[in-house]
């Protein structure tokens, strides 16, 4: 896990090294100035002339000053190297998922991604924050107090041996009960992040059904979970500040006591002033540091969890890669199912798609009816590889779809998802999305085709159009036919529509269908939808039913043949157009 991080810190490795040294530096001079304060003090006390006071005077302002330059150094480096070293985690971590297959995703979830993207990320940048520049810093600055200490203030530096074991213990204690509910709270997290999510994307839903105060609710609950948690973890934690309070005034109770008794009774000889000034200032020094290592411990021990969850995104390897030796060139739209069989997931019981033999010449139309549940997505996602078939060989241009590289298959297989999404910018930048080369000719040719020409006209700004996140200022018409005008550009062999003409009246379906007969003829057109009505003058129309196919002909053959077909035909037809619903 160290190691893969540590591959994150990349640029910013020279600056990873200047904190910690120059932090080191500044901890020299802050244990050096109470050595030179009690020679200050001792001199005073003798009666020193004001030159001597001036040369330690001037020698502390020097080592001060020094001091503050290695510690604006310092966190300068500090703040560059982790900021960088986030940002480079960040990095790796997005560009891994966009790698990820659907079936990756489907394993972490997307409210877990988030959570790891963000939350996550910013815990290990905390932790390493600390770790180059305070635990670097405390460590060093226990070390050298401990033995500035000894050395100001001989014996009565011992009680240091007792009271630094307690405080050890007790913070101890106080992370081993701590971290475990720290650790808890991620999955929490990804709960609230899911529910945050879910109301977002589905907000014109609830407000349709007058569901805010359900949302609130859930929201509420999710929130108030994760807020126990860590209530429970930073009541344990606040036993902290106390036990250093005690420890501290424990010792300052002693050195003040004894201090006080040795000067007094030993008239100065065994401990004077400036040792006794010195003593008190180190053991501020070494509490402190003794505060922060707990907080240090806390931190990095909260980061150990985020940091796993993190690498468990970056070792994930995807379920989908190119092979050795990909093909590089799609011969033509020709698409094969020999024997296919499909499970989302190694472990479901049942299977997606089951015996699934079908045979598309290049250049055919092919409609694809069912009911919901039927499986029809799972079958068009398996030709552009979003999934890979669990049996049987799925081929694209006489070709078993694994042997493409898989840009290059997914450049001549556009798919029109059932889910239609459109990104914030203009027009003109969601549909080059399609072909980033694209010419404003080719973009309102595709658009001609896609029948959504004749609605940019009337927009103002035209193709320059600004479309909010998610196309929320568009139809979803218009935005189905954005979609598919985008998928034009591409210049697919194959083109795939899944029920992505749904939204538009049935005389604009009709005119999507011609254009593409008219215009595309040679790439293969496979349309999936619920109205008999977008399929019925297809080349060929498959019946799937239950992930299996249960009949495939013309809409002739099937109206007289199959039960399935005759019943959805005759259900839309007695009441009318109703969209299969």
Request: charged share 20%; proline share 2%.
């Given at each position: 896990?160290?190691?893969?991080?540590?591959?994150?810190?990349?640029?910013?490795?020279k600056?990873?090294?200047?904190?910690?040294?120059?932090?080191?530096?500044?901890?020299?001079?802050?244990?050096?100035?109470?050595?030179?304060i009690?020679?200050?003090?001792?001199?005073?006390?003798a009666?020193?002339?004001?030159?001597?006071l001036?040369?330690?005077?001037?020698?502390?302002?020097?080592?001060?000053?020094?001091?503050?330059?290695?510690?604006?150094?310092?966190?300068?480096?500090?703040?560059t190297?982790?900021?960088?070293?986030?940002?480079?985690?960040?990095?790796?971590?997005?560009?891994?998922?966009?790698?990820?297959?659907?079936?990756?995703i489907?394993?972490?979830?997307?409210?877990?991604?988030?959570?790891?993207?963000?939350?996550?990320?910013?815990?290990?940048?905390?932790?390493?924050?600390?770790?180059?520049?305070?635990?670097?810093?405390?460590?060093?600055?226990?070390?050298?107090?401990?033995?500035?200490?000894?050395?100001?203030?001989?014996?009565?530096?011992?009680?240091?041996?007792?009271?630094?074991?307690?405080?050890?213990?007790?913070?101890?204690?106080?992370?081993?009960?701590?971290?475990?509910?720290?650790?808890?709270?991620?999955k929490?997290?990804?709960?609230?992040?899911?529910?945050?999510?879910?109301?977002?994307?589905?907000?014109?839903?609830?407000?349709?059904?007058?569901?805010e105060?359900?949302?609130?609710?859930?929201?509420?609950?999710?929130?108030?979970?994760v807020?126990?948690?860590?209530t429970?973890?930073?009541?344990?934690?606040?036993?902290?500040?106390?036990?250093?309070?005690f420890?501290?005034?424990?010792v300052?109770?002693?050195?003040?006591?004894?201090?006080?008794?040795?000067?007094?009774?030993?008239?100065?000889?065994?401990?004077?002033?400036?040792?006794?000034?010195?003593?008190?200032?180190?053991?501020?020094?070494?509490?402190?540091?003794?505060?922060?290592?707990?907080?240090?411990?806390?931190?990095?021990?909260?980061?150990?969890?985020?940091?796993?969850?993190?690498?468990?995104?970056?070792?994930?390897?995807?379920?989908?890669?190119?092979?050795?030796?990909?093909?590089?060139?799609?011969?033509?739209?020709?698409?094969?199912?020999?024997?296919?069989?499909?499970?989302?997931?190694?472990?479901?019981?049942?299977?997606?798609?089951?015996?699934?033999?079908?045979?598309?010449?290049?250049?055919?139309?092919?409609?694809?009816?069912?009911?919901?549940?039927?499986?029809?997505?799972?079958?068009?996602?398996?030709?552009?590889?979003?999934?890979?078939?669990?049996?049987?060989?799925?081929?694209?241009?006489?070709?078993?779809?694994?042997?493409y590289?898989?840009?290059?298959?997914?450049?001549?297989?556009?798919?029109?998802?059932?889910?239609?999404?459109?990104?914030?910018?203009?027009?003109?930048?969601?549909?080059?999305w399609?072909?980033?080369?694209?010419?404003?000719?080719?973009?309102?040719?595709?658009?001609?085709?896609?029948?959504?020409?004749?609605?940019?006209?009337?927009?103002?700004?035209?193709?320059?159009?600004?479309?909010?996140?998610?196309g929320?200022?568009v139809?979803?018409?218009?935005?189905?036919?954005?979609?598919?005008?985008?998928?034009?550009?591409?210049?697919?062999?194959?083109?795939?529509?899944?029920?992505?003409?749904?939204?538009?009246d049935?005389?604009?379906?009709?005119?999507?269908?011609?254009?593409?007969?008219?215009?595309?003829?040679?790439?293969?057109?496979?349309?999936?939808?619920?109205?008999?009505?977008?399929?019925?003058?297809?080349?060929?129309?498959?019946v799937?039913?239950?992930?299996?196919?249960?009949?495939?002909?013309?809409?002739?053959?099937?109206?007289?043949?199959?039960?399935?077909?005759?019943?959805?035909?005759?259900?839309?037809?007695?009441g009318?157009?109703?969209?299969?619903?």
């Amino acid at each position: 896990m160290i190691r893969k991080l540590a591959g994150c810190v990349g640029e910013y490795k020279k600056q990873s090294i200047m904190a910690p040294v120059l932090v080191s530096l500044e901890v020299v001079m802050e244990c050096i100035i109470p050595f030179i304060i009690a020679q200050l003090v001792n001199q005073i006390k003798a009666g020193a002339e004001f030159g001597t006071l001036l040369k330690y005077g001037l020698i502390l302002i020097a080592m001060a000053a020094l001091s503050l330059v290695f510690g604006i150094g310092a966190g300068y480096a500090c703040a560059t190297a982790s900021c960088g070293f986030a940002r480079n985690v960040r990095r790796e971590l997005f560009y891994r998922i966009q790698g990820f297959s659907f079936e990756n995703i489907d394993r972490f979830s997307s409210s877990s991604l988030v959570t790891r993207l963000t939350t996550d990320i910013t815990n290990v940048q905390m932790a390493y924050m600390m770790i180059i520049r305070i635990a670097i810093r405390c460590p060093l600055m226990l070390v050298f107090s401990f033995v500035m200490a000894f050395i100001m203030g001989g014996k009565m530096a011992c009680i240091f041996l007792f009271v630094v074991p307690l405080l050890g213990i007790g913070l101890f204690t106080i992370i081993k009960t701590a971290m475990p509910l720290f650790k808890a709270v991620f999955k929490k997290y990804d709960n609230l992040n899911n529910s945050i999510q879910e109301n977002i994307k589905g907000i014109r839903v609830v407000k349709s059904y007058v569901r805010e105060d359900l949302e609130k609710k859930k929201f509420g609950a999710a929130a108030e979970d994760v807020c126990m948690d860590f209530t429970k973890a930073e009541k344990i934690l606040a036993f902290n500040n106390p036990l250093m309070q005690f420890c501290l005034y424990t010792v300052m109770v002693f050195v003040l006591s004894a201090g006080s008794y040795v000067i007094i009774s030993s008239r100065g000889i065994d401990l004077d002033v400036g040792q006794f000034s010195a003593l008190l200032t180190y053991s501020f020094q070494i509490l402190s540091s003794l505060m922060m290592v707990s907080m240090v411990f806390v931190m990095i021990t909260l980061a150990n969890e985020s940091a796993h969850r993190i690498v468990e995104v970056l070792d994930e390897e995807s379920t989908l890669a190119n092979p050795k030796e990909p093909v590089m060139e799609v011969r033509d739209g020709s698409i094969d199912f020999e024997n296919v069989g499909f499970k989302y997931s190694a472990k479901a019981e049942r299977k997606a798609l089951a015996d699934i033999n079908l045979h598309i010449r290049s250049g055919e139309t092919i409609g694809i009816i069912g009911g919901t549940g039927s499986s029809k997505s799972s079958l068009i996602q398996l030709i552009s590889r979003l999934y890979d078939a669990t049996e049987g060989v799925v081929k694209v241009g006489g070709l078993d779809v694994r042997r493409y590289d898989l840009d290059t298959l997914r450049n001549q297989v556009a798919v029109v998802l059932q889910k239609n999404i459109l990104f914030s910018g203009s027009i003109k930048d969601n549909l080059r999305w399609g072909n980033k080369e694209a010419t404003d000719e080719e973009l309102k040719e595709a658009c001609v085709l896609a029948q959504a020409d004749e609605f940019i006209m009337q927009l103002p700004g035209t193709y320059d159009y600004h479309i909010e996140q998610g196309g929320s200022n568009v139809s979803g018409g218009q935005k189905q036919r954005l979609c598919i005008a985008r998928a034009l550009l591409k210049k697919p062999k194959v083109l795939i529509l899944d029920d992505s003409t749904s939204a538009v009246d049935t005389k604009t379906d009709a005119l999507i269908r011609r254009a593409f007969r008219e215009f595309i003829p040679e790439t293969t057109k496979i349309i999936i939808a619920q109205r008999v009505s977008s399929v019925q003058d297809a080349d060929r129309i498959v019946v799937m039913d239950g992930g299996t196919i249960q009949a495939v002909g013309t809409h002739e053959e099937l109206l007289s043949t199959n039960g399935i077909y005759q019943e959805v035909y005759a259900s839309q037809n007695k009441g009318g157009d109703t969209d299969g619903k």
